[in-house]
Protein backbone atom coordinates (compact mmCIF):
# COMPACT_ATOMS: atom_id res chain seq x y z
CA UNK A 1 0.00 0.00 0.00
CA UNK A 2 1.17 3.41 -0.94
CA UNK A 3 1.09 6.45 1.49
CA UNK A 4 0.71 9.71 0.52
CA UNK A 5 1.70 12.59 2.91
CA UNK A 6 0.86 16.18 1.78
CA UNK A 7 2.34 18.84 4.11
CA UNK A 8 3.04 22.60 3.90
CA UNK A 9 -0.31 24.19 3.87
CA UNK A 10 -1.99 26.57 5.89
CA UNK A 11 -3.08 30.23 6.50
CA UNK A 12 -1.75 32.41 4.41
CA UNK A 13 -2.36 35.95 3.21
CA UNK A 14 -3.51 37.27 -0.24
CA UNK A 15 -1.01 37.62 -2.80
CA UNK A 16 1.39 35.52 -0.98
CA UNK A 17 2.48 32.02 -1.66
CA UNK A 18 3.00 28.10 -0.40
CA UNK A 19 4.78 25.48 -1.44
CA UNK A 20 2.85 22.48 -1.10
CA UNK A 21 4.83 18.70 -0.50
CA UNK A 22 3.20 15.18 -0.96
CA UNK A 23 6.21 12.58 -0.29
CA UNK A 24 5.30 9.10 -1.62
CA UNK A 25 5.90 5.75 0.28
CA UNK A 26 6.83 4.34 -3.62
CA UNK A 27 9.45 5.14 -6.12
CA UNK A 28 8.13 8.45 -7.93
CA UNK A 29 10.63 7.40 -10.85
CA UNK A 30 8.27 4.62 -11.67
CA UNK A 31 4.92 6.39 -10.67
CA UNK A 32 3.64 7.13 -14.35
CA UNK A 33 1.38 9.96 -12.80
CA UNK A 34 0.78 12.01 -9.80
CA UNK A 35 -1.50 14.84 -9.63
CA UNK A 36 -2.64 18.00 -6.98
CA UNK A 37 -6.64 17.76 -6.70
CA UNK A 38 -8.26 20.98 -4.99
CA UNK A 39 -11.78 21.17 -3.38
CA UNK A 40 -12.86 24.63 -2.61
CA UNK A 41 -15.95 25.27 -0.51
CA UNK A 42 -19.13 23.78 -2.37
CA UNK A 43 -17.71 23.04 -5.74
CA UNK A 44 -16.40 19.26 -6.92
CA UNK A 45 -12.85 18.43 -6.73
CA UNK A 46 -10.71 19.30 -9.74
CA UNK A 47 -7.54 18.37 -10.82
CA UNK A 48 -4.95 21.20 -11.15
CA UNK A 49 -2.09 20.00 -11.33
CA UNK A 50 0.00 16.64 -12.04
CA UNK A 51 3.21 15.19 -13.53
CA UNK A 52 3.50 11.88 -15.95
CA UNK A 53 6.45 9.38 -17.00
CA UNK A 54 7.90 9.70 -13.43
CA UNK A 55 8.27 13.25 -13.46
CA UNK A 56 9.19 13.85 -17.18
CA UNK A 57 6.00 15.70 -18.22
CA UNK A 58 4.38 18.22 -16.36
CA UNK A 59 0.62 19.39 -16.50
CA UNK A 60 -1.35 22.85 -15.64
CA UNK A 61 -4.48 23.91 -16.70
CA UNK A 62 -4.14 27.00 -18.73
CA UNK A 63 -5.87 29.85 -15.78
CA UNK A 64 -3.49 28.64 -13.13
CA UNK A 65 -0.25 28.83 -15.34
CA UNK A 66 2.10 31.69 -14.13
CA UNK A 67 0.83 31.41 -10.85
CA UNK A 68 1.48 27.81 -10.07
CA UNK A 69 3.92 25.26 -11.03
CA UNK A 70 4.68 21.81 -10.31
CA UNK A 71 7.73 19.75 -10.13
CA UNK A 72 8.76 16.54 -8.65
CA UNK A 73 11.66 15.03 -6.95
CA UNK A 74 12.61 11.70 -7.68
CA UNK A 75 15.68 11.87 -5.10
CA UNK A 76 13.03 12.52 -2.09
CA UNK A 77 9.77 10.76 -4.01
CA UNK A 78 8.42 13.91 -3.20
CA UNK A 79 5.81 16.04 -5.83
CA UNK A 80 5.55 19.59 -5.10
CA UNK A 81 3.57 22.57 -5.77
CA UNK A 82 4.45 25.78 -5.93
CA UNK A 83 1.77 28.86 -5.64
CA UNK A 84 2.14 32.27 -6.02
CA UNK A 85 -0.04 35.04 -5.90
CA UNK A 86 -2.80 33.39 -3.71
CA UNK A 87 -6.19 34.57 -3.75
CA UNK A 88 -9.34 33.59 -1.53
CA UNK A 89 -10.49 31.32 -4.24
CA UNK A 90 -7.64 29.12 -3.67
CA UNK A 91 -8.58 28.20 -0.28
CA UNK A 92 -9.44 24.48 -0.19
CA UNK A 93 -8.28 21.09 0.55
CA UNK A 94 -5.87 20.15 -1.43
CA UNK A 95 -4.53 16.45 -2.34
CA UNK A 96 -2.75 14.70 -3.97
CA UNK A 97 -2.73 11.16 -5.81
CA UNK A 98 -0.91 9.02 -7.51
CA UNK A 99 -0.98 5.76 -9.77
CA UNK A 100 -0.47 2.22 -9.10
CA UNK A 101 1.61 1.76 -12.09
CA UNK A 102 4.82 3.35 -14.25
CA UNK A 103 2.71 3.35 -17.57
CA UNK A 104 -0.68 4.10 -19.13
CA UNK A 105 -3.56 4.44 -18.41
CA UNK A 106 -3.33 7.07 -15.82
CA UNK A 107 -5.55 5.71 -12.82
CA UNK A 108 -5.09 7.05 -9.36
CA UNK A 109 -5.13 4.56 -7.13
CA UNK A 110 -3.05 6.05 -4.12
CA UNK A 111 -4.62 9.30 -2.60
CA UNK A 112 -3.51 11.45 0.45
CA UNK A 113 -5.90 12.85 3.14
CA UNK A 114 -5.39 16.18 2.15
CA UNK A 115 -4.30 19.34 3.67
CA UNK A 116 -6.39 22.78 4.19
CA UNK A 117 -4.77 25.98 2.28
CA UNK A 118 -6.49 29.38 3.44
CA UNK A 119 -6.01 32.78 1.64
CA UNK A 120 -7.53 35.46 3.61
CA UNK A 121 -7.82 38.85 2.28
Known amino acids: QVQLVESGGGSVQAGGSLRLSCESSADTASTYCISWFRQVPGKERERIAG????????WLPDPLRGRFSVSQDNAKNTLYLQMNQLNESDTGIYTC??????????????WGQGIQVTVSS
Open 97 to 110: AASAGSSAPCEYTY
Open 51 to 58: TYSGGWAT
